[in-house]
């Protein structure tokens, strides 16, 4: 458990809908007026050449002003803009995590995942694998699959110090392969088998309250 693993990608989910030109120039204007999610949507219509000409500068420009404004989305955007290097943008780990953190403190999820990431791996910060666990557990309480398998083999291995607690890496395996992880799905016989019959059923009973919520 625990193999490698790296930054989420893609970082810009392509919009289903196909924008027309009189849409475009409603969010150009809501925009241009500083409306955050307009901002927001406008880097990735450009991003795309989705209803505009793609153009990754002035995605990143438009992605920078949400950002800037706070936007979660727009951090995590402009953090993986800058771990690409795109857009005119030098790579930078570092600048990526500075946006990932900010993501990361205003709840969204991938952003605390790759925060997770950088400080398992030092990338562009200084290795700390108890805040990237903090980080990974806050990814996988909003249901982050990769997280959850990351998660499991903290508890089962006692990494960034979490406790070794056999019964929470099953609890936290058996999420992540409910959630589709494919790691989890390979891994979860081979943990279970470790398990006494006291720590299948005390596993049981804490999986069980996920089924009722």
Request: one cysteine or more; hydrophobic letters at 40%.
């Amino acid at each position: 458990m625990l193999s490698m693993f790296c930054f989420v990608t893609p970082a810009w989910p392509k919009p289903d809908h196909q924008f027309s030109s009189e849409e475009i120039a409603v969010i150009k204007e809501a925009a241009g007026k500083g409306g955050i999610k307009a901002q927001a949507l406008l880097g990735t219509l450009y991003y795309y050449g989705n209803g505009v000409p793609e153009d990754e500068v002035k995605a990143v420009k438009w992605w920078r002003k949400s950002a800037e404004q706070g936007s979660p989305f727009a951090q995590y955007d402009l953090a993986m803009a800058y771990h690409d290097g795109i857009g005119g943008l030098t790579k930078s780990n570092k600048k990526a995590v500075e946006w990932f953190t900010k993501g990361a403190k205003a709840g969204d999820v991938r952003s605390q995942y790759n925060l997770g990431i950088a400080y398992y791996h030092a990338l562009g910060v200084k290795k700390n694998k108890a805040e990237a666990m903090k980080w990974f557990q806050k990814a996988s309480d909003q249901d982050n699959a990769d997280a959850q398998y990351i998660l499991a083999a903290g508890y089962k291995d006692g990494i960034g110090g979490l406790p070794k607690d056999i019964v929470l890496a099953y609890v936290w395996i058996s999420r992540s392969k409910t959630n589709g992880n494919i790691e989890a799905k390979r891994d979860i016989d081979a943990l279970e088998q470790t398990l006494s019959p006291e720590q299948k059923a005390q596993a049981k009973r804490i999986l069980e309250v996920d089924d009722k919520k």
